[in-house]
Nanobody, 126 residues
Framework: QLQLVESGGGLVQPGGSLRLSCAASGFTLEYYSVAWFRQAPGKEREGVSCISVTGRNTNYADSVKGRFTIDRDNAKNTLYLRMNNLKPEDTGIYYC???????????????????WGQGTQVIVSS
């Protein structure tokens, strides 16, 4: 059974950092296009970042460029999102997503992804 499980969320002060993880099971993440999305309270889900199958191509939403870094460890079958200099507007539930379709370059459009995790909550507040 294909499964994605996010972890690493929590409460952090503005300016702080978190690293989210997304562990895949039931399939080999290495062959999948993957991405991170988030949904803030009362808002629609938005794309945050994606990384290509090879790992050579990444893409970020303008709101997180220079602060967030996406990475994948194929040996651990895990996707990561390093978030630095967090702001209150980064608050939300963060989801990882995967698709067997190989996008080049990668895309951060939620309609492109077929498999989703349950999400991990991030709260940025003083």
């Amino acid at each position: 059974q294909l499964q994605l499980v996010e972890s690493g969320g929590g409460l952090v002060q503005p300016g702080g950092s978190l690293r989210l993880s997304c562990a895949a099971s039931g399939f080999t993440l290495e062959y999948y296009s993957v991405a991170w999305f988030r949904q803030a309270p009362g808002k629609e889900r938005e794309g945050v970042s994606c990384i290509s199958v090879t790992g050579r191509n990444t893409n970020y939403a303008d709101s997180v460029k220079g602060r967030f870094t996406i990475d994948r460890d194929n040996a651990k079958n895990t996707l990561y999102l390093r978030m630095n200099n967090l702001k209150p507007e980064d608050t939300g539930i963060y989801y990882c997503a995967a698709t067997a379709h190989v996008f080049s370059p990668c895309v951060i459009d939620d309609v492109a992804y077929t498999n989703w995790g349950q999400g991990t909550q991030v709260i940025v507040s003083s």
